[in-house]
């Protein structure tokens, strides 16, 4: 590996060698082995689960590695035991409004319980308090211990509790409800936009941790687009060819939400995520992507829900979808 990606080097408690490196895409070149390492890592303790989730991630990490994600910084930290990689952290935000992610957090089996987290999160933390152009970081986790090694880092639980939605800040005073009413206090529709590897953050740890989404039901999916759950997700099937996602923007250029159309099966399959003052101007959205996924294609475009998610169906009805079908508990609406 290259020297000057090498943070630390020190004698563990129990005389093993331990390295903590760094790598900061798209600046760095990222060894290979340390790409096999993150592709290969990923999902291996939950591999029956989160099969579909983590191949999309590992196909993110792999254009961050090319440099291909236009306008994000990602940061990279691996500790190395005697030669061999034993844990991981990373963070990423977008250059463009400070917005970011933190977590895909891993130590491997044979080497937890010795302090790699610590030694991680130390070099972790202190690049992201000076990035000035960062400003906020959001995660979520349901395990309590690492929770708890979070909250001493400086994150903090949004709604509270003992485990949940995390966030970290950078400028003094500001909390992640002072930031949504900042930049969401003008949510009128001024443009829509195709869907950039940059919106991932704001769209999936920001929109997606306010309250009407993530506890009000706003960002639910039902029936086929359950498979599409995030932004992220959807901009990578977009790129391939497989549909259209497109987002929305205020009149400073704030991403208030997105809408995707993809096609699965012979059918294509449409959802979105917005931020709940939006609303109003989420018709437009959808009419937008599902104009733009017909074009060229002789596929019936697809919205599923239940009758609870009744903001969404009065959208999705305001865009020009027609019930179509149903079982009592999902209603299926042609775009």
Request: glycine share 12%; with cysteine; proline share 4%.
């Amino acid at each position: 590996m290259n020297t000057e990606n090498v943070l630390l080097e020190k004698t563990m408690a129990d005389g093993r060698a331990l390295r903590v490196l760094r790598y900061v895409s798209p600046e760095d070149e990222v060894p290979e082995r340390v790409v096999r390492y993150v592709i290969g890592s990923l999902g291996f303790d939950s591999y029956n689960k989160y099969i579909q989730a983590q191949a999309y991630w590992r196909s993110w990490y792999r254009e961050s590695f090319e440099g291909k994600l236009g306008g994000v910084a990602s940061h990279l930290y691996l500790a190395e035991v005697d030669g061999v990689l034993a844990a991981r952290a990373w963070f990423a935000y977008s250059r463009e409004n400070g917005f970011g992610n933190f977590g895909n957090v891993y130590t491997e089996t044979d080497y937890r319980r010795r302090g790699l987290l610590n030694e991680l999160l130390t070099p972790c933390m202190a690049d992201y308090d000076a990035a000035g152009d960062a400003r906020i970081l959001c995660c979520g986790s349901g395990n309590r211990v690492a929770v708890r090694t979070y909250l001493k880092r400086g994150f903090r639980l949004i709604y509270g509790g003992d485990a949940g939605c995390m966030e970290r800040t950078r400028r003094p005073g500001e909390d992640f409800f002072s930031i949504e009413r900042e930049v969401f206090a003008d949510v009128r529709l001024a443009s829509i936009r195709p869907g950039a590897p940059a919106d991932q953050f704001l769209a999936d740890k920001f929109i997606a941790y306010t309250d009407p989404v993530i506890h009000g039901g706003l960002g639910a999916r039902r029936g086929p687009a359950a498979a599409v759950p995030d932004f992220r997700t959807a901009r990578i099937e977009a790129e391939i060819g497989n549909g259209v996602v497109n987002v929305a923007c205020n009149a400073a250029g704030t991403v208030t939400g997105y809408c995707f159309a993809l096609a699965s099966g012979g059918a294509g399959r449409l959802d979105f995520t917005a931020h709940a003052a939006s609303f109003p101007d989420v018709p437009e959205l959808i009419r937008a992507t599902a104009e733009e996924f017909h074009q060229g294609r002789d596929m019936e475009l697809l919205f599923y829900a239940f009758p609870q998610d009744a903001e969404k169906i009065a959208a999705v009805t305001s865009a020009g979808g027609r019930r179509i079908g149903g079982t009592g508990r999902v209603e299926i609406f042609s775009i």
